[in-house]
Each structure stands twice: as structure tokens, then as C-alpha cells.
């Protein structure tokens, strides 16, 4: 258990919906990432926060975006899905500058 | 951006045998990790390199960093059915805000 809790763990959905995936980071932890994990892309950086504030963004979509609220939870929202969008989506947390980090067990998102 | 090539892609090995796999990087990094990820899990931490020509082990386990800083390896020794998975290696910049670059992982399959 890496102490990261990520819900839903599927979720199903049409193309043109909105989805919010929610992400717990460990205990003590004020960074999270998260990345898409897709067969022939592997895992793709999205976006990170750290206490509340965005640090840096990855290959992430305008359709996409997220946020950290105080208590440190992160949700990460995609809209307008697409058929394309279809992956597992990881939340990771970590003490910055180790390079260090912690893995949830991800969300796994179909859009039909 | 950074890219890691991560070879061999997979590999089809018997029970007991040595595993060998290896990263390299066009970039320096300033940690190399090594991660495990299991079907339906999210990636485990196996082990961190913080230091270029460090070897470090983790039971069965050893990882190296480059001297260059731009390459890493991972050997898994008298591999059992458990070890069974995707390997991945990331590398990590310093700085914190971009967090880790990923391989595309080796697929290990050990063969009854």
C-alpha cells in the first residue's frame, strides 16, 4: 500500500461527458502528479501541484485541468472526452527534489 | 523533451535465470528510480539512484547509475514467477516541478 488513494477505480463513460478523478496523497506529502498511462504512449506527465499551487504542466490538454485543495486532495477533471482519452490516469505523491515518488493505483477511465 | 529508451522492450525468460535490462537518456539526470508495475496496480518503487556510478541493491534486485548520469541498468538475479510484470526506469532532473520521465517499460514473462 503507497499510501496514495485514488477513486473511482473504473469509470465508464460517453464521448462529450465530464469526469472528476480524486486523489489522496500520502500523509504528510504536498506534491502531486498526475499521468496518463495509455499502451503505446506509456506514462505521460500531466500536471503537478504542490500545496496548492500549480508547479508544472506536461502533455496536458485544454480539456483537461485540476486542481489542490487546502487539505492537499487533488481532483483532476477531463471534459469533452473523447474516444482517445481511454487510459489509466495515476496520481503520485512525494517529497520534491528526491525524485522520489508514490503511486496510487490509478483510475481507469473508458469513454464509448 | 527528455526521452528514456528503455530496451529490451520485453523478455521471455525461465524460471531462475538472470534478467538484464537498461535505460538510456539523450539528457543527464540527477536520480535514476526503477519501478515495478504489476496488471491493474499502480508502479511500485523498486529502487533509487541518487549518485552517478552508484550500485545499489534491493534483495534480488541491483541498479547502477551511469557514470555519464545519462544511462542505468537493472538486474534482477534467480528470477522467480512473482517478478513478473512491467519494469520501468524513470529519471529525475532536479528542481522538482516536472517530476519523472518514464521509459516505456520491459515486459518480463518467465516461461513454466
Known amino acids: 500500500d503507497s499510501g496514495v488513494t485514488q477513486t473511482p477505480k473504473h469509470l465508464i463513460t460517453a464521448t462529450g461527458q465530464r469526469v472528476t478523478l480524486r486523489c489522496s496523497p500520502r500523509s504528510g506529502d504536498l506534491s502531486v502528479y498526475w499521468y496518463q498511462q495509455s499502451l503505446d504512449q506509456g506514462l505521460q506527465f500531466l500536471i503537478h501541484?504542490?500545496?496548492?499551487?500549480?508547479?508544472a504542466k506536461g502533455n496536458i490538454l485544454e480539456r483537461f485541468s485540476a486542481q489542490q485543495f487546502p487539505d492537499l486532495h487533488s481532483e483532476l477533471n477531463l471534459s469533452s472526452l473523447e474516444l482517445g482519452d481511454s487510459a489509466l490516469y495515476f496520481c503520485?505523491?512525494?517529497?520534491?527534489?528526491?525524485?522520489?515518488?508514490?503511486f496510487g493505483e490509478g483510475s481507469r477511465l473508458t469513454v464509448l | 523533451g527528455q526521452q528514456l529508451n528503455q530496451s529490451p522492450q520485453s523478455m521471455f525468460i525461465q524460471e531462475g535465470e538472470d534478467v538484464s535490462m537498461n535505460c538510456t537518456s539523450s539528457s543527464i539526470f540527477n536520480t535514476w528510480l526503477w519501478y515495478k508495475q504489476d496488471p491493474g496496480e499502480g508502479p511500485v518503487l523498486l529502487i533509487a539512484l541518487y549518485k552517478a556510478g552508484e550500485l545499489t541493491s534491493n534483495g534480488r534486485l541491483t541498479a547502477q547509475f551511469g557514470i555519464t548520469r545519462k544511462d542505468s541498468f537493472l538486474n534482477i538475479s534467480a528470477s522467480i514467477p512473482s517478478d513478473v510484470g512491467i519494469y520501468f526506469c524513470a529519471g529525475y532532473s532536479g528542481g522538482g516541478a516536472d517530476g519523472l520521465t518514464f521509459g516505456k517499460g520491459t515486459h518480463l514473462i518467465i516461461q513454466p
Open positions: 503520485a505523491s512525494g517529497i520534491t527534489n528526491t525524485g522520489e515518488l508514490f
Open positions: 501541484y504542490y500545496n496548492g499551487e500549480e508547479r
